[in-house]
């Protein structure tokens, strides 16, 4: 049982969330089926939780239906599947190595596995921007794991982009890494949500993010959603819309 249930936290709870999603209506007009991805002008990459696929979490982008989003090419990659400690070694998709749950504000770091997670993203990156997207219209999202992954890949990366979005995540590395964060990724900016009922990333883990951003000079804004678990809500998603499209450049 208890090599079960930290599995079926990181991943049903966010498909429930998912089958919400899809009782709304997508709105073609914002389908970035109907834009050439060479056209793209902004760029989301969207980090799943443990266990979980990306191609599960594609429903998320039916919220969004802002004309701004038209244009948007949106990437839910899949973690490979490796064994998860936590999980009592179980092989299962995983960005990184995780060594406890639930996670608390001072759970152990797997630091190697983690940084070779964040240079994939990075890789991704730096293919959109070599593909003409501006980085200040780029914005990397995840959920619990993958907000964890995002967190380490927006601070670790050399340029400023649109900004960072975390759910239900957890600052993933020691202070160590601090010295690596570049005064261009400190103007990116962090959009922090978390729910006061989380029982599989703690609500003290996520609390313990914007004090950690605030020391090293990132702005963060931080939204604590009463009797949420571990999953997304569907006000988030929205909120998370008009953060994203707030941020958006003009294409030069």
Not at 3 to 22: C, D, E, Q, V, W
Not at 138 to 164: H, N, R
Request: net charge neutral; charged share 15%; proline share 8%.
């Amino acid at each position: 049982m208890k090599i079960i249930k930290p599995i079926i936290l990181f991943t049903i709870t966010l498909s429930s969330a998912l089958l919400i999603l899809l009782l709304f209506p997508n709105n073609p007009s914002s389908s970035s089926s109907s834009v050439s991805m060479s056209m793209s002008r902004s760029f989301i990459l969207w980090l799943h939780g443990l266990g979980d696929s990306g191609p599960a979490n594609e429903p998320i982008k039916t919220l969004f239906t802002s004309p701004e989003f038209r244009t948007t090419k949106w990437s839910f990659p899949s973690a490979p599947n490796a064994p998860v400690t936590c999980n009592y070694g179980s092989v299962m998709p995983s960005w990184f190595d995780i060594q406890e749950i639930p996670v608390t504000a001072d759970s152990p770091k797997d630091e190697s596995s983690l940084l070779k997670a964040v240079r994939n993203v990075h890789a991704t990156i730096d293919e959109e921007i070599a593909a003409g997207i501006n980085p200040n219209n780029i914005f990397i999202c995840g959920f619990s794991q993958g907000g964890a992954l995002t967190l380490a890949s927006v601070l670790l990366y050399p340029k400023t982009l649109g900004g960072g979005a975390v759910f239900s995540g957890w600052v993933p590395f020691n202070s160590s890494n601090i010295e690596q964060i570049t005064p261009e990724a400190k103007r990116t900016p962090i959009l922090w949500s978390h729910g006061l009922a989380d029982r599989t990333v703690l609500f003290e883990a996520g609390q313990a993010g914007p004090p950690f951003l605030e020391k090293i000079g990132v702005g963060c804004e931080f939204k604590a959603y009463p009797g949420l678990g571990h999953s997304i809500s569907n006000e988030e998603l929205r909120y998370l819309e008009s953060w994203i499209k707030a941020r958006f450049q003009s294409s030069s």
